[in-house]
């Protein structure tokens, strides 16, 4: 850990050695789900359960009260009814305990009643000296330090995407998808009612912790305005934020009220917002993570120039399309490139932007000669790769032309991940690649794409805007530079 | 086949009873893969190959020429080098075929030397008094028919969606997504260049054909701009027309005029045609399909009021506000709704639209009393769905409740398809019911839901604008018969 994050408000929040944990017990229910999941990301600290009648819990030990522990934990976990969060804070911070998640809901979002038990919960904490994420939220993930308090499986690997969330759904039910897409979160936060840590301390950790390359929020209302420009603006200096804001519509804004209480603002408003704080914003929750995905992979590219490349018209045409409406320009290539690539070119193909071969003469051209030609061309800034691999399709291709019926479907194998190798190296020439499919990405080839490390996005919106996101990164560094300099 | 489409100037191109096929080899080459395809799909009419020099190609007996064959063929597929294209035909045209697929390139799309050639071309078939499609295209999928002259293997099973495409690729590398989500084309067009038949004759044939219940069309650019409208216009008004237009943009524009040399016109143009014409405008390819499979199955709605039930609060909000962003409403519901609720409804949820469970009290509940009682509601005049499905989840609470291993994966699995059969009942109501989910829709529980018949999108925005899309349909045909009674 850094030394930053050594001086951290809320490190015991995210890292701790050793948890008690309220709410537990031998029946179904929230506390059982999340202790087993805690236990079966492998976490390394010590736990201590404490129970008011039973000695042993899930077949661990079990004490009466906090007190009783042999050592002050680092952190409470608290999944109790209401009325008792209070109380049992309480306890755990005359005994020194520096940090609790309470997961517990039934508080500010239920109305006045809860609101003011939420503020006695907050006095509590504060008058110990405590940090709390919650009430009503999922609390903490942190991969790295195999800890979570969410209640589905994390069934990725640690990653490198760091999530402040509203909502606890869009912490847990985006584990699957992100595993799908070989994505994973470094440490994701479901804050919440906020009464005490909230999307601002959040980011803040966020922006010094080292396993976070990139940062997403899920906002339905934020509540410290200045401070969070603020933090956001020094922190997305040196590391992108994407936000997926849902308050800005008039449906959106009642849904999030009703939802964790937070008021949200006109869309405008926040727009602005999120300009002056250099976040980048999402329109859905599948963009954040597209947009996520290309800031923490691939480089900032130096202008909007992005040339296509296709071998299908009506894709091509479709991403070109896509691309302009983004605000990305096709600019056409400089004649030398052109000539660099007339040796391997298909005499049907065209060289115009998109760049469509329409088939395939040599079978690494599409993967290596043309788009080493392009990436070297100055009027080029990114390329999009259309992806079809369509292996299926080669493989009887290779029996048509004699091969046995399982060395064809391996060679075709093979020809997909020596591709794969070869579309994943050309980043390496410092300007973004970017592959796009119309086949799931579910679907093993493309799977092996993304194996190989190809970033590869879903129809042609998407991998439009996300290439534009990359653009909006770059606008918002140099303002910031420009901010420092002067 | 409907009297109407007995007299369709283009049913031997759709449903030949013979073939006389031209271009299959022994060596694999596209001319040999349509062949192979069009075998696999198991057409049951006549084929007659046609080669200069071998009596046997691929197995089949081989034909020096069409005029020596024992009967007259009544379509021809063209797989050749450009330049034999032109006297093929006219050999055709001598035998009395009265149509042709020519699925060569070389022609207008090259250049004016090509545009010549092509010129030619129709010259030819007109004079025989043949319809032509093509050249420079994937030529006809008609899988009612079992015939189909594309290089993929159509996948799916016979379905309801009619495609008219100015690329290839739209046809067929839409057979596997398709395919994945229970959907498939009844008849495709791949019109290419269009030098005879065009994207209107194709629109009027499906306006006519009874196995297709909803048309989509993939657009560079409209040739015959008053014959459109009027056709589209005629059929919009009984059948509903989905069109994605790539032409409207600078970059998307020059794309198209590259890859079929259809001139594109600005954006604004399209959209006041295609609103004059009754045709429903998508935004990617995907959202063409989105709208097709929620026009083809589901009932329009009376109004723009969507009720959002889920039960988990982030999906929920994200939900409203891209419901409020594509232009719904998202009603209060009726007092007398939330009494008959109140029974199966846990103290943590919110009766607010969205109609948010938190957690499922009485399993069915989520599935059947509580959808039902916004159904019956007058606010409401449809449904959108949080679909979760989180199998695995339950199958290990019911495990954490004694239940063996398998016992409870095979429990699990059941409650998942009793849920989809009892959301799939729910759409008899008479109003819209629409699935959403964050997972993908290749997962094995969200599969589950469709194959039952449930229509499920991913993310919030592309079920929000098919709801839209919906009701743009309702529109249009409002228009249509004020028009009529007027």
Same mark, same amino acid.
């Given at each position: 850990?850094?030394?930053?994050?050594?001086?951290?408000?809320?490190?015991?929040?995210?890292?701790?050695?050793s948890?008690?944990?309220?709410?537990?017990?031998?029946? !179904?229910? $929230?506390g059982?789900?999340? *202790?087993?999941?805690?236990?079966?990301?492998g976490?390394?600290?010590?736990?201590?359960?404490?129970?008011?009648?039973?000695?042993?819990?899930?077949?661990?030990?079990?004490?009466?009260?906090?007190?009783?522990?042999?050592?002050?934990?680092?952190?409470?976990?608290?999944?109790?009814?209401?009325?008792?969060?209070?109380?049992?804070?309480?306890?755990?911070?005359?005994?020194? =305990?520096?940090?609790a998640?309470?997961?517990?809901?039934? !508080?500010?979002?239920?109305?006045?009643?809860?609101?003011?038990?939420?503020?006695?919960?907050?006095?509590?904490?504060?008058?110990?000296?405590?940090?709390?994420?919650?009430?009503?939220?999922?609390? =903490?993930?942190?991969?790295?330090?195999?800890?979570?308090?969410?209640?589905?499986?994390?069934?990725g690997s640690?990653?490198?995407?760091?999530?402040?969330?509203?909502?606890?759904? !869009?912490?847990t039910?985006?584990?699957?998808?992100?595993?799908?897409?070989?994505?994973?979160?470094?440490?994701?936060?479901?804050?919440?009612?906020?009464?005490?840590?909230? *999307?601002?301390?959040?980011?803040?950790?966020?922006?010094?912790?080292?396993? &976070?390359?990139?940062?997403?929020?899920?906002? %339905?209302?934020? #509540?410290?305005?200045?401070?969070?420009?603020?933090?956001?603006?020094?922190?997305?200096?040196?590391?992108?934020?994407?936000?997926?804001?849902?308050?800005?519509?008039?449906?959106?804004?009642?849904?999030?009220?009703?939802?964790?209480?937070?008021?949200?603002?006109?869309?405008?408003?926040?727009?602005?917002? !999120?300009?002056?704080a250099?976040?980048?914003?999402?329109?859905?929750?599948?963009?954040?993570?597209?947009?996520?995905?290309?800031?923490?992979?691939?480089?900032?590219?130096?202008?909007? #120039?992005?040339? =296509?490349?296709?071998?299908?018209?009506?894709?091509?045409?479709?991403?070109?399309?896509?691309?302009?409406?983004?605000?990305?320009?096709?600019?056409?290539?400089?004649?030398? &490139?052109?000539?660099?690539?007339?040796?391997?070119?298909?005499?049907t193909?065209? @060289?115009?932007?998109?760049?469509?071969? &329409?088939?395939?003469?040599?079978?690494?051209?599409?993967?290596?000669?043309?788009?080493?030609?392009?990436?070297?061309?100055?009027?080029?800034?990114? @390329?999009?790769?259309?992806?079809?691999?369509?292996? %299926?399709?080669?493989?009887?291709?290779?029996?048509? $032309?004699? $091969?046995?019926?399982?060395?064809?479907?391996?060679?075709?194998?093979?020809?997909?991940?020596?591709?794969?190798?070869?579309?994943?190296?050309?980043?390496?020439?410092?300007?973004?690649?970017?592959?796009?499919?119309?086949?799931?990405?579910?679907?093993?080839?493309?799977?092996?794409? $993304?194996?190989?490390?190809?970033?590869?996005?879903?129809?042609?919106? #998407?991998?439009?805007?996300? @290439?534009?996101?990359?653009?909006?990164? #770059?606008?918002?560094?140099?303002?910031?530079?420009?901010r420092?300099?002067?």
């Open positions: 850990m850094h030394e930053v994050m050594e001086n951290s408000a809320i490190l015991n929040l995210t890292t701790p050695k948890v008690v944990f309220y709410g537990a017990s031998d029946k !179904f229910g $929230m059982s789900v999340i *202790l087993t999941q805690l236990k079966a990301l976490f390394e600290g010590d736990i201590y359960l404490v129970h008011p009648k039973q000695t042993e819990v899930m077949g661990h030990r079990a004490w009466p009260s906090v007190s009783d522990l042999p050592e002050t934990p680092d952190l409470a976990v608290v999944v109790l009814p209401a009325g008792l969060v209070g109380p049992t804070l309480d306890e755990c911070g005359r005994k020194g =305990v520096k940090s998640i309470v997961v517990s809901g039934g !508080f500010k979002e239920t109305g006045p009643e809860g609101a003011a038990m939420e503020a006695e919960l907050r006095e509590i904490v504060r008058g110990h000296g405590m940090r709390m994420v919650g009430p009503n939220c999922l609390g =903490v993930l942190n991969t790295h330090h195999k800890f979570s308090t969410n209640t589905l499986p994390y069934v640690p990653g490198y995407i760091g999530l402040v969330s509203q909502s606890g759904s !869009f912490v039910q985006m584990f699957g998808p992100l595993a799908q897409r070989d994505l994973g979160f470094s440490t994701a936060f479901s804050v919440g009612n906020e009464a005490d840590v909230d *999307l601002v301390d959040c980011l803040e950790y966020l922006g010094e912790c080292p396993h &976070t390359r990139v940062i997403a929020m899920y906002i %339905e209302g934020i #509540r410290r305005g200045r401070e969070f420009v603020e933090t956001a603006r020094r922190v997305s200096a040196k590391k992108p934020i994407v936000a997926y804001y849902v308050g800005g519509s008039e449906t959106g804004g009642r849904a999030g009220l009703s939802h964790t209480g937070a008021m949200a603002g006109p869309d405008r408003l926040y727009d602005g917002i !999120f300009r002056q250099g976040v980048i914003r999402a329109e859905t929750i599948e963009e954040v993570f597209d947009f996520c995905q290309v800031l923490g992979s691939l480089p900032v590219p130096n202008g909007n #120039r992005v040339v =296509v490349l296709t071998d299908s018209g009506g894709p091509g045409a479709a991403a070109a399309d896509a691309c302009g409406r983004a605000g990305l320009d096709l600019p056409s290539l400089d004649p030398g &490139t052109k000539e660099r690539m007339a040796d391997v070119f298909p005499v193909g065209s @060289l115009n932007n998109p760049v469509d071969l &329409t088939f395939h003469r040599v079978p690494t051209a599409y993967v290596d000669e043309i788009p080493k030609a392009i990436l070297a061309d100055e009027n080029a800034d990114m @390329l999009l790769m259309y992806l079809l691999a369509p292996v %299926e399709v080669i493989a009887e291709a290779f029996r048509a $032309m004699g $091969m046995e019926h399982d060395e064809a479907t391996a060679a075709a194998a093979k020809m997909n991940e020596d591709q794969a190798e070869a579309v994943s190296a050309l980043s390496e020439k410092g300007k973004p690649v970017l592959g796009y499919t119309l086949r799931s990405l579910t679907d093993e080839p493309i799977k092996t794409m $993304m194996k190989k490390g190809v970033i590869v996005l879903p129809g042609t919106r #998407r991998p439009a805007r996300a @290439l534009m996101a990359l653009l909006t990164c #770059r606008a918002y560094r140099e303002k910031a530079s420009a420092a300099g002067g």
